[in-house]
């Protein structure tokens, strides 16, 4: 008899597991999709709201073989101007969820959900970009204004498409 080795699942659980991510997946977040049916790879799009509304940011997660014993990989491929996300692209994000706050009873949409409320509920007391927590903080309207422009900019529906 086979014993995985720790931390990953038995063959037959892990291909359950991503069966049972991908259903949930195409319940609760239509706009992801399998990448070339890989149930490990997940391509979509997350429209912001809040200060964000009118953005489509293209996001994609990797399911790493040792998946849920650690959490997935998010890569974020719209360029944000956010207090929780590097001014790059690919960008970091800054979300627990992502690390020590991850357990394996949690799934894919749990990272999707975080995103949004990321999204919706920036944080400029835990920054990976230092001058958008500033701005935020000591200079919302300019904030809000730089955010409007990476919209413009970056974020629009036929942005997204070309990245998708």
Not at 47 to 58: D, L
Not at 129 to 148: D, H, I, L, Q, S
Request: glycine share 4%; hydrophobic share 40%.
């Amino acid at each position: 008899m086979h014993v995985p080795e720790a931390g990953y699942l038995p063959e037959p659980r892990w291909a359950k597991r991503l069966a049972q991510e991908y259903q949930l997946m195409k319940n609760y977040e239509p706009t992801f999709d399998a990448k070339d049916g890989d149930l490990t790879h997940y391509k979509g799009t997350i429209i912001g709201t809040g200060i964000f509304e009118g953005g489509v940011f293209v996001v994609e997660i990797l399911l790493p073989r040792e998946f849920p014993f650690v959490p997935p990989q998010v890569v974020w491929h719209t360029r944000i101007w956010h207090p929780n996300f590097t001014d790059e692209v690919p960008a970091r994000v800054c979300e627990s969820i992502f690390n020590k706050d991850w357990f394996p009873n949690m799934h894919v949409v749990s990272v999707i959900e975080a995103l949004k409320n990321l999204l919706a509920n920036p944080n400029p007391d835990d920054p990976l970009n230092v001058w958008a927590a500033y701005e935020m903080k000591y200079y919302p309207e300019r904030f809000v204004a730089r955010v409007r422009e990476y919209i413009r900019l970056y974020a629009t529906p036929e942005k997204a498409l070309s990245l998708l």
